[in-house]
């Protein structure tokens, strides 16, 4: 079965928040996780996030959480354990 695009925006706009948001929602969980768990710089997280701009990234986890990338990670919020190098890589799908 296949369903179009159009249908799928169409059922998402009705239920809840847009695609749009919904990917904008999973990249900042993957920035905030590497925040709070490795010490990649900024450009890294935001590659491993699925971004292209390092800066955009940054705004958009600022606005988001209320603090920047740098203050995340010694807030109460980013204290949790360090992840291992191989933990760092996502699929896409």
Known sequence: MSVSVRTVHAVVAE???????????????????????????????????????ATTTARAFAR?????????PRSSRGALPHLRPEQLVWSHT
Not at 23 to 49: C, F, K, P, T, Y
Not at 64 to 72: G, L, V
């Open 15 to 53: 239920t809840g928040p847009g695609p749009a948001t919904v990917m904008r929602s999973a990249q900042i969980e993957r920035v905030e996780r590497l925040l709070a768990e490795s010490r990649l710089a900024i450009g890294d997280i935001a590659d491993a996030a699925g971004s292209s701009d």
């Open 64 to 72: 988001s959480c209320d603090m920047t990338p740098a203050e995340y």
